[in-house]
């Protein structure tokens, strides 16, 4: 399946193709093994658990056998497309507890959302958390797409549902403060906030000309950038505290709006200094090569930044 390919529900449940070049009796055999060693153990034979058992067991064998089934290792480390075209036959039979949201009936998942199946029912259940929203989505004919922007083990995930409409950005929090910060800087400097708590937030997508696209051929305006939007978090008594490249500073070409996204290393009365020595930092780096729209790009910063 090439990259970008949308993954529907047909995907998932109608084609069986073979996967790994495993032998289905053997796959049996291997689950049926982790599931009664997980009865054994006292674990509750949930995927993670029984995945956890499958390892073990390929992990035990010799090498040759190992080799053999290297593939299926590494599918296992990661629950892929693969899982999903296959797996939930196998865990019916076994009775694993295998729970695939139905997030077809809000969006049209990018094939990223699958390579992971905890994330595909994390971006679900945080739809569901937000009733306008899921009502919305539900009563499209069309469904919008829906594309993964991020997934690490710790922010877990952040994706983007991008429709006629609006966008919305999907995310999990990282941290307990995260949320009251997002909702400071929403709409000054930051993206304006649907819905959210302690484990996500859902807020509008800010889409824009990133600053970096700016500074080949305008330093007066990456300069400026930089000055609004650090002046603006500073005002709210924030540190940003976070990388300016990385599409993270945004500027919106029809109203010149600057934001900044990604505010999960922000802090409240934090190093405020740090902010502008990393933003000198990031316009040194961009104009290495041109010291003179250097100039221009920190004159414009240091204008803007103190409101002049």
Not at 37 to 45: A, I, S, Y
Not at 64 to 75: G, T
Not at 92 to 102: G, S, T, V
């Given at each position: 399946?090439?990259?970008?390919?949308?993954?529907?529900?047909?995907?998932?449940?109608?084609?069986?193709?073979?996967?790994?070049?495993?032998?289905?009796?053997?796959?049996?055999?291997?689950?049926?093994?982790?599931?009664?060693?997980?009865?054994?153990?006292?674990?509750?034979?949930?995927?993670?658990?029984?995945?956890?058992?499958?390892?073990?067991?390929?992990?035990?064998?010799?090498?040759?056998?190992?080799?053999?089934?290297?593939?299926?290792?590494?599918?296992?480390?990661?629950?892929?497309?693969?899982?999903?075209?296959?797996?939930?036959?196998?865990?019916?039979?076994?009775r694993i507890e295998f729970d695939l949201k139905p997030l077809w009936e809000y969006v049209v998942p990018s094939?990223?959302?699958?390579?992971?199946?905890?994330?595909?029912?994390?971006?679900?259940?945080?739809?569901?958390?937000?009733?306008?929203?899921?009502k919305r989505l539900k009563a499209k004919e069309e469904k919008p797409p829906m594309t993964l922007l991020d997934?690490?083990?710790?922010?877990?995930?952040?994706?983007?549902?991008?429709?006629?409409?609006?966008?919305?950005?999907?995310?999990?929090?990282?941290?307990?403060?995260?949320?009251?910060?997002?909702?400071?800087?929403?709409?000054?400097?930051?993206?304006?906030?649907?819905?959210?708590?302690?484990?996500?937030?859902?807020?509008?997508?800010?889409?824009?000309?990133?600053?970096?696209?700016?500074?080949?051929?305008?330093?007066?305006?990456?300069?400026?950038?930089?000055?609004?939007?650090?002046?603006?978090?500073?005002?709210?008594?924030?540190?940003?505290?976070?990388?300016?490249?990385?599409?993270?500073l945004l500027i919106d070409p029809k109203t010149n709006k600057v934001s900044l996204v990604d505010w999960s290393?922000?802090?409240?009365?934090?190093?405020?200094?740090?902010?502008?020595?990393?933003?000198?930092?990031?316009?040194?780096?961009?104009?290495?090569?041109?010291?003179?729209?250097?100039?221009?790009?920190?004159?414009?910063?240091?204008?803007?930044?103190?409101?002049?």
């Amino acid at each position: 399946m090439a990259t970008g390919e949308q993954l529907t529900y047909a995907d998932i449940y109608n084609e069986n193709p073979e996967v790994l070049d495993e032998d289905p009796e053997f796959l049996l055999d291997l689950f049926q093994d982790a599931v009664n060693k997980c009865k054994e153990t006292g674990q509750p034979v949930t995927l993670k658990n029984v995945f956890y058992q499958t390892k073990v067991a390929l992990f035990a064998m010799d090498r040759q056998e190992y080799h053999q089934h290297y593939p299926l290792v590494l599918s296992l480390t990661e629950p892929s497309i693969e899982i999903l075209r296959w797996f939930p036959p196998l865990a019916e039979k076994l009775r694993i507890e295998f729970d695939l949201k139905p997030l077809w009936e809000y969006v049209v998942p990018s094939v990223t959302l699958a390579f992971n199946i905890h994330l595909w029912n994390s971006a679900h259940n945080i739809i569901e958390s937000v009733p306008e929203l899921a009502k919305r989505l539900k009563a499209k004919e069309e469904k919008p797409p829906m594309t993964l922007l991020d997934y690490g083990d710790e922010r877990g995930l952040v994706a983007v549902i991008i429709d006629e409409e609006s966008g919305v950005v999907i995310k999990r929090t990282l941290h307990d403060g995260e949320e009251s910060i997002a909702k400071k800087v929403a709409g000054i400097v930051g993206p304006e906030v649907i819905e959210s708590n302690n484990n996500w937030i859902v807020e509008k997508f800010i889409g824009g000309i990133a600053a970096e696209e700016l500074a080949i051929e305008h330093p007066d305006i990456v300069g400026a950038a930089f000055g609004v939007a650090l002046r603006k978090t500073h005002f709210l008594d924030l540190a940003y505290l976070d990388r300016f490249d990385r599409r993270h500073l945004l500027i919106d070409p029809k109203t010149n709006k600057v934001s900044l996204v990604d505010w999960s290393s922000a802090k409240e009365n934090g190093n405020q200094f740090e902010d502008i020595r990393n933003a000198v930092a990031t316009m040194k780096k961009w104009f290495a090569s041109d010291q003179q729209y250097l100039l221009v790009a920190l004159k414009n910063f240091r204008t803007t930044y103190r409101g002049l």
